[in-house]
């Protein structure tokens, strides 16, 4: 059987196309597997979990969608070393599954919180920010990228912010993530950074697994930036994490 990256669609997800078609163009070979097929997640190379609202954001975003059958799997084929990447509600299922603290799943050592402005909730955020790469020459899902590297990138969550305990704190100096930030590459307060948290990503497992609330399959190509960013030379672009994901299927 060819490799192939599954893109799981869970009851909700609005994204798994648009992730499909962005691994297709950069050779992934990805299908499409919905949430009650866990058997066909062992032939897959690779694993994306696209963004969208599973199961309607009810309770938690992503903690309903955590416990379904199918992350058992994906979890066994995670811990042993199949690359991942979980994209705004893939993220937050990540997160509620204990994949992204590497912990038990019924231990959460790391949790998504809605989206503030100092004390102020400040609810859904869609917009353009920037990101910048915390050691990535640590992750093997973020080697092509260089600490000063500022991309573009398009947010859309309510629950975005990173909460982390005290022992994840501590290890979050040394552990590759994604930070927001300006043009310049300076960290700030909303709407810099759209949710009251400094961290965009944080990767887990030798740097094999990249939970990120921001959507990079919406930044992609050139012609997905809104008109200000036209004028705009990239150093880098979202094309680097795809290429290193291909390579580790």
Not at 5 to 30: D, K
Not at 77 to 89: A, D, F, H, R
Not at 195 to 212: D, H
Not at 227 to 248: D, P
Request: aromatic share 10%.
């Amino acid at each position: 059987m060819t490799p192939y990256v599954a893109v799981i669609q869970f009851p909700g997800s609005n994204c798994e196309y648009e992730t499909a078609r962005v691994l297709s163009h950069f050779g992934c070979n990805p299908k499409i597997i919905r949430w009650n097929e866990p058997d066909l997640l062992q032939d897959a190379s690779g694993y994306v979990l696209p963004g969208g609202f599973s199961f309607q954001d009810r309770v938690r975003s992503g903690v309903m969608a955590s416990h379904l059958p199918i992350m058992a799997q994906l979890s066994a084929g995670i811990k042993s070393g199949k690359p991942s990447i979980g994209i705004c509600n893939g993220c937050q299922i990540l997160a509620e599954s204990g994949l992204l603290s590497e912990s038990n799943h019924d231990q959460i050592d790391l949790g998504m919180a809605k989206n503030m402005s100092g004390h102020t909730s400040i609810g859904f955020v869609c917009d353009w920010v920037y990101v910048r790469p915390v050691h990535p020459e640590k992750s093997p899902l973020l080697r092509y990228f260089t600490p000063n590297d500022v991309l573009p990138i398009a947010t859309s969550h309510a629950e975005g912010r990173f909460v982390l305990n005290h022992v994840l704190e501590a290890r979050l100096s040394d552990t590759p993530h994604w930070m927001y930030c300006d043009e310049r590459g300076q960290s700030g307060d909303f709407p810099i950074t759209p949710n009251g948290g400094a961290v965009a990503g944080i990767t887990a497992y030798s740097g094999r697994v990249l939970g990120i609330m921001p959507h990079p399959e919406r930044a992609i190509f050139d012609w997905q930036l809104p008109w200000h960013f036209k004028h705009r030379t990239w150093t880098s672009s979202w094309e680097k994490l795809i290429v290193a994901f291909r390579e580790l299927l």
